[in-house]
Protein backbone atom coordinates (compact mmCIF):
# COMPACT_ATOMS: atom_id res chain seq x y z
CA UNK A 1 0.00 0.00 0.00
CA UNK A 2 1.50 3.71 -0.85
CA UNK A 3 2.31 5.45 2.20
CA UNK A 4 -0.11 8.67 2.48
CA UNK A 5 2.28 10.98 1.21
CA UNK A 6 -0.10 14.83 1.51
CA UNK A 7 2.37 17.43 1.07
CA UNK A 8 3.71 16.96 -2.59
CA UNK A 9 1.89 19.87 -3.82
CA UNK A 10 2.65 22.39 0.04
CA UNK A 11 4.99 24.93 -0.50
CA UNK A 12 7.55 24.08 1.72
CA UNK A 13 8.71 28.03 3.81
CA UNK A 14 12.25 26.69 5.33
CA UNK A 15 14.56 24.02 4.22
CA UNK A 16 17.07 22.34 6.78
CA UNK A 17 19.48 20.37 5.34
CA UNK A 18 21.90 17.37 7.52
CA UNK A 19 24.59 19.68 7.84
CA UNK A 20 26.64 19.83 11.11
CA UNK A 21 25.36 22.96 11.92
CA UNK A 22 22.01 21.50 11.84
CA UNK A 23 22.64 18.86 13.87
CA UNK A 24 22.84 17.92 17.63
CA UNK A 25 23.04 14.77 19.61
CA UNK A 26 21.30 15.30 23.13
CA UNK A 27 18.17 17.25 24.34
CA UNK A 28 19.23 20.85 26.08
CA UNK A 29 16.95 24.23 26.09
CA UNK A 30 20.47 25.98 26.19
CA UNK A 31 20.90 25.18 22.37
CA UNK A 32 20.31 28.22 20.00
CA UNK A 33 18.04 27.68 17.46
CA UNK A 34 18.92 26.95 13.96
CA UNK A 35 15.89 28.39 12.52
CA UNK A 36 13.23 30.81 13.72
CA UNK A 37 9.18 30.03 12.09
CA UNK A 38 5.84 31.27 12.01
CA UNK A 39 2.90 29.21 13.03
CA UNK A 40 1.71 27.56 9.62
CA UNK A 41 5.02 27.29 8.41
CA UNK A 42 6.29 24.50 6.21
CA UNK A 43 9.52 23.36 6.77
CA UNK A 44 11.64 20.30 4.77
CA UNK A 45 13.67 18.09 7.37
CA UNK A 46 16.89 16.05 6.22
CA UNK A 47 17.32 13.84 8.66
CA UNK A 48 20.63 11.26 9.01
CA UNK A 49 20.29 7.73 10.26
CA UNK A 50 20.14 6.58 13.69
CA UNK A 51 23.61 5.89 14.13
CA UNK A 52 25.36 8.89 12.10
CA UNK A 53 26.63 7.50 9.44
CA UNK A 54 28.54 4.65 10.54
CA UNK A 55 26.41 1.91 8.54
CA UNK A 56 26.12 1.86 5.02
CA UNK A 57 25.11 -0.36 1.92
CA UNK A 58 28.05 -2.06 2.43
CA UNK A 59 28.13 -2.60 5.87
CA UNK A 60 28.45 -5.96 7.65
CA UNK A 61 26.71 -7.84 11.21
CA UNK A 62 30.29 -7.29 12.10
CA UNK A 63 30.71 -3.44 11.33
CA UNK A 64 27.84 -2.95 13.12
CA UNK A 65 28.96 -4.69 16.43
CA UNK A 66 31.33 -1.91 16.52
CA UNK A 67 29.26 1.35 16.10
CA UNK A 68 29.04 3.74 18.76
CA UNK A 69 25.88 4.74 20.49
CA UNK A 70 27.75 7.93 21.67
CA UNK A 71 25.96 9.86 20.88
CA UNK A 72 23.15 8.15 19.13
CA UNK A 73 20.12 9.84 17.35
CA UNK A 74 21.51 12.75 15.61
CA UNK A 75 18.83 15.21 15.96
CA UNK A 76 17.92 17.83 12.99
CA UNK A 77 16.74 21.04 14.68
CA UNK A 78 16.21 22.83 17.04
CA UNK A 79 13.21 25.10 15.26
CA UNK A 80 12.23 27.67 17.38
CA UNK A 81 8.65 28.78 16.71
CA UNK A 82 7.64 32.42 17.62
CA UNK A 83 4.89 32.81 19.76
CA UNK A 84 5.14 29.37 21.46
CA UNK A 85 5.22 29.67 25.24
CA UNK A 86 4.98 27.25 28.28
CA UNK A 87 2.13 25.91 28.77
CA UNK A 88 0.94 25.81 25.23
CA UNK A 89 0.73 23.06 22.68
CA UNK A 90 3.13 22.47 19.73
CA UNK A 91 1.12 20.61 17.31
CA UNK A 92 3.24 19.29 14.20
CA UNK A 93 1.19 17.75 11.20
CA UNK A 94 3.56 15.27 9.22
CA UNK A 95 3.17 16.27 5.89
CA UNK A 96 5.35 14.15 3.92
CA UNK A 97 8.41 11.49 4.21
CA UNK A 98 10.83 10.16 1.42
CA UNK A 99 13.51 7.89 2.07
CA UNK A 100 16.79 7.58 -0.09
CA UNK A 101 16.50 4.02 -1.30
CA UNK A 102 18.13 2.36 1.39
CA UNK A 103 18.22 1.36 5.15
CA UNK A 104 18.90 -1.29 7.62
CA UNK A 105 17.72 -3.14 10.71
CA UNK A 106 20.44 -4.66 13.34
CA UNK A 107 20.91 -5.95 16.38
CA UNK A 108 24.07 -5.75 19.00
CA UNK A 109 26.14 -8.00 20.52
CA UNK A 110 24.19 -9.63 23.38
CA UNK A 111 27.07 -8.50 26.39
CA UNK A 112 25.67 -4.80 25.86
CA UNK A 113 21.98 -5.73 27.23
CA UNK A 114 20.28 -4.02 24.03
CA UNK A 115 16.78 -5.46 22.38
CA UNK A 116 14.20 -7.46 23.93
CA UNK A 117 16.16 -10.72 23.74
CA UNK A 118 19.70 -9.77 24.44
CA UNK A 119 20.43 -13.24 25.95
CA UNK A 120 19.72 -15.03 23.23
CA UNK A 121 22.05 -13.14 20.15
CA UNK A 122 25.51 -13.82 21.64
CA UNK A 123 27.01 -12.21 18.16
CA UNK A 124 25.31 -9.19 16.24
CA UNK A 125 23.25 -8.89 13.55
CA UNK A 126 22.12 -6.89 10.42
CA UNK A 127 20.35 -6.42 7.00
CA UNK A 128 20.64 -3.79 4.97
CA UNK A 129 17.59 -2.90 3.06
CA UNK A 130 16.41 -2.28 -0.45
CA UNK A 131 13.76 0.25 -0.08
CA UNK A 132 12.09 0.66 -3.71
CA UNK A 133 9.44 3.25 -3.04
CA UNK A 134 7.06 1.76 -0.65
CA UNK A 135 8.59 -1.78 -0.09
CA UNK A 136 11.89 -3.01 1.41
CA UNK A 137 13.24 -6.48 0.19
CA UNK A 138 14.45 -8.94 2.75
CA UNK A 139 15.45 -12.45 2.43
CA UNK A 140 13.45 -15.20 1.05
CA UNK A 141 11.63 -13.27 -1.39
CA UNK A 142 10.17 -11.54 1.87
CA UNK A 143 8.50 -7.54 1.15
CA UNK A 144 7.83 -5.41 3.79
CA UNK A 145 4.82 -2.79 3.42
CA UNK A 146 6.71 0.81 4.14
CA UNK A 147 5.07 3.74 5.80
CA UNK A 148 7.78 5.71 6.99
CA UNK A 149 7.75 7.64 10.70
CA UNK A 150 10.16 9.43 12.95
CA UNK A 151 11.58 7.56 15.77
CA UNK A 152 12.20 11.09 17.59
CA UNK A 153 9.84 14.01 17.57
CA UNK A 154 9.90 16.51 20.32
CA UNK A 155 10.81 19.70 22.31
CA UNK A 156 12.80 21.05 24.53
CA UNK A 157 12.08 19.68 28.48
CA UNK A 158 12.57 22.76 31.02
CA UNK A 159 15.16 21.05 33.39
CA UNK A 160 18.68 22.37 32.39
CA UNK A 161 21.21 20.41 30.82
CA UNK A 162 22.01 17.75 28.30
CA UNK A 163 19.85 14.88 28.30
CA UNK A 164 20.31 11.61 26.40
CA UNK A 165 17.90 10.90 23.31
CA UNK A 166 18.16 7.36 23.71
CA UNK A 167 15.32 7.49 26.70
CA UNK A 168 11.68 9.58 25.80
CA UNK A 169 10.04 12.06 27.80
CA UNK A 170 7.05 13.91 28.95
CA UNK A 171 7.73 16.44 26.03
CA UNK A 172 8.70 13.55 23.38
CA UNK A 173 11.79 11.86 21.76
CA UNK A 174 12.58 8.66 21.24
CA UNK A 175 8.82 7.27 21.34
CA UNK A 176 9.19 4.88 18.07
CA UNK A 177 5.23 5.27 17.69
CA UNK A 178 5.09 3.52 14.26
CA UNK A 179 1.86 5.24 13.35
CA UNK A 180 3.20 8.87 13.44
CA UNK A 181 3.36 8.52 9.68
CA UNK A 182 2.46 11.11 6.99
CA UNK A 183 -1.43 13.04 7.85
CA UNK A 184 -0.78 12.07 11.21
CA UNK A 185 -0.94 15.44 13.96
CA UNK A 186 1.44 15.45 17.07
CA UNK A 187 0.53 17.48 20.02
CA UNK A 188 3.81 18.65 22.14
CA UNK A 189 3.48 19.86 25.98
CA UNK A 190 5.95 23.05 25.32
CA UNK A 191 7.67 23.82 28.14
CA UNK A 192 10.54 26.79 27.22
CA UNK A 193 9.89 29.72 24.74
CA UNK A 194 10.17 28.80 20.93
CA UNK A 195 9.27 25.36 21.74
CA UNK A 196 12.65 24.01 20.32
CA UNK A 197 11.51 21.46 17.99
CA UNK A 198 13.96 18.45 16.78
CA UNK A 199 13.27 15.53 14.64
CA UNK A 200 15.39 12.40 13.60
CA UNK A 201 15.74 9.01 13.76
CA UNK A 202 13.73 8.22 10.79
CA UNK A 203 12.10 4.63 10.54
CA UNK A 204 10.76 3.24 6.50
CA UNK A 205 9.02 0.49 8.73
CA UNK A 206 8.71 -0.84 12.22
CA UNK A 207 6.18 -3.43 14.00
CA UNK A 208 5.04 -2.12 17.42
CA UNK A 209 8.15 -3.05 19.84
CA UNK A 210 10.87 -2.87 17.49
CA UNK A 211 11.85 -5.77 19.26
CA UNK A 212 15.98 -5.96 18.38
CA UNK A 213 16.41 -2.40 19.27
CA UNK A 214 15.97 -1.01 15.43
CA UNK A 215 13.51 -0.53 13.21
CA UNK A 216 14.13 -0.30 9.59
CA UNK A 217 16.79 2.87 10.42
CA UNK A 218 16.74 5.19 7.07
CA UNK A 219 18.41 8.47 6.42
CA UNK A 220 15.04 10.72 5.36
CA UNK A 221 13.07 14.24 4.22
CA UNK A 222 10.39 14.99 6.17
CA UNK A 223 8.35 17.41 5.57
CA UNK A 224 6.40 19.18 8.34
CA UNK A 225 3.93 21.98 9.76
CA UNK A 226 3.42 23.47 12.85
CA UNK A 227 1.00 25.39 15.03
CA UNK A 228 0.93 26.86 18.28
CA UNK A 229 -2.16 26.07 20.48
CA UNK A 230 -2.76 27.79 23.88
CA UNK A 231 -6.71 26.60 24.23
CA UNK A 232 -5.13 22.94 25.12
CA UNK A 233 -3.43 21.90 28.10
CA UNK A 234 -1.61 18.26 27.85
CA UNK A 235 0.96 16.57 30.06
CA UNK A 236 2.51 14.20 27.50
CA UNK A 237 2.61 13.84 23.67
CA UNK A 238 -0.93 12.85 21.97
CA UNK A 239 -1.69 12.25 18.13
CA UNK A 240 -4.00 11.80 15.53
CA UNK A 241 -3.38 9.20 13.03
CA UNK A 242 -5.29 7.40 10.21
CA UNK A 243 -2.76 4.74 10.99
CA UNK A 244 -2.12 1.70 8.80
CA UNK A 245 -3.18 0.10 11.33
CA UNK A 246 -2.13 -3.09 9.78
CA UNK A 247 1.10 -2.95 7.16
CA UNK A 248 -1.79 -3.26 3.83
CA UNK A 249 -3.85 -0.70 5.52
CA UNK A 250 -6.86 -2.94 5.56
CA UNK A 251 -8.11 -6.39 7.52
CA UNK A 252 -5.81 -8.77 6.56
CA UNK A 253 -4.77 -12.62 7.13
CA UNK A 254 -2.38 -12.42 10.49
CA UNK A 255 -0.41 -15.33 11.70
CA UNK A 256 0.10 -14.50 16.22
CA UNK A 257 1.76 -15.98 18.90
CA UNK A 258 1.15 -15.81 22.29
CA UNK A 259 3.08 -15.29 25.32
CA UNK A 260 1.41 -15.94 29.08
CA UNK A 261 3.38 -14.62 32.48
CA UNK A 262 2.54 -12.75 35.81
CA UNK A 263 5.06 -10.30 34.21
CA UNK A 264 3.80 -8.16 31.37
CA UNK A 265 7.83 -8.03 30.13
CA UNK A 266 8.31 -11.28 30.58
CA UNK A 267 5.21 -11.87 28.62
CA UNK A 268 5.91 -9.91 25.66
CA UNK A 269 9.91 -11.82 25.78
CA UNK A 270 7.67 -15.29 25.32
CA UNK A 271 5.35 -13.48 22.46
CA UNK A 272 8.44 -12.69 20.65
CA UNK A 273 10.46 -16.14 21.17
CA UNK A 274 7.92 -18.05 20.14
CA UNK A 275 7.25 -16.18 17.13
CA UNK A 276 10.51 -16.26 16.15
CA UNK A 277 10.41 -20.30 16.37
CA UNK A 278 7.69 -20.03 14.10
CA UNK A 279 9.75 -18.04 11.41
CA UNK A 280 12.91 -20.17 11.44
CA UNK A 281 10.55 -23.83 11.67
CA UNK A 282 8.03 -22.92 9.14
CA UNK A 283 9.56 -19.90 6.96
CA UNK A 284 12.93 -20.78 6.84
CA UNK A 285 14.32 -18.11 7.90
CA UNK A 286 17.57 -18.47 9.96
CA UNK A 287 16.83 -17.48 14.29
CA UNK A 288 19.11 -13.62 13.65
CA UNK A 289 16.86 -13.48 10.03
CA UNK A 290 13.55 -13.99 12.24
CA UNK A 291 14.57 -11.63 15.25
CA UNK A 292 15.14 -9.07 13.10
CA UNK A 293 12.09 -9.32 10.99
CA UNK A 294 9.88 -9.23 14.00
CA UNK A 295 11.23 -5.76 14.44
CA UNK A 296 10.38 -4.74 11.27
CA UNK A 297 7.29 -5.81 10.61
CA UNK A 298 5.52 -7.63 14.06
CA UNK A 299 3.12 -5.74 16.04
CA UNK A 300 2.92 -6.68 19.52
CA UNK A 301 -0.31 -6.34 21.65
CA UNK A 302 -1.49 -6.36 25.25
CA UNK A 303 -4.45 -8.78 25.17
CA UNK A 304 -5.50 -8.53 28.71
CA UNK A 305 -4.48 -7.14 32.00
CA UNK A 306 -7.23 -7.94 34.14
CA UNK A 307 -6.88 -11.80 34.84
CA UNK A 308 -4.36 -12.05 37.35
CA UNK A 309 -2.21 -13.33 37.74
CA UNK A 310 -1.42 -13.76 34.31
CA UNK A 311 -1.09 -11.45 31.35
CA UNK A 312 -1.10 -11.75 27.87
CA UNK A 313 0.44 -10.06 25.04
CA UNK A 314 0.59 -11.53 21.31
CA UNK A 315 2.81 -10.85 18.72
CA UNK A 316 1.29 -10.43 14.84
CA UNK A 317 2.56 -11.23 12.00
CA UNK A 318 1.07 -10.52 8.41
CA UNK A 319 1.16 -13.05 6.27
CA UNK A 320 1.09 -10.66 2.98
CA UNK A 321 4.43 -9.93 3.03
CA UNK A 322 5.84 -13.55 2.02
CA UNK A 323 6.02 -14.59 -1.71
CA UNK A 324 3.10 -16.87 -3.00
CA UNK A 325 3.43 -20.42 -3.17
Do not use: C
Given at each position: MPHRDVGESIEVDHRLSDADENIHAAWD???????????GDVVRFECRDAVDRQVDVEST??????????PVHPLTGPVEVEGAEPGDVLEVELLSFQHKGWGYTGFLPGDMGLGLLPEEFEDAGLHVWDLDGDVGRFVNGIEVPLDPFPGVIGVAAAEDGEFDTLPP?????????????AGSTVSLP??????LFSIGDCHAAQGDGEVCVTGIEAPMFVTARFDVRDDLDIEQ?????TGPFTPTGVDEPM???TGIDDDLMEATKKAIRHMIDHLHDHRGLTRAEAYILCSAIVDLKIN?????????VSAYLPESIFPEE
Open positions: NSLDPVLTVEPAEDFASVSFDRSTGGNMDVKHMTIEVEGAPQFETYATEVVDAPNWV
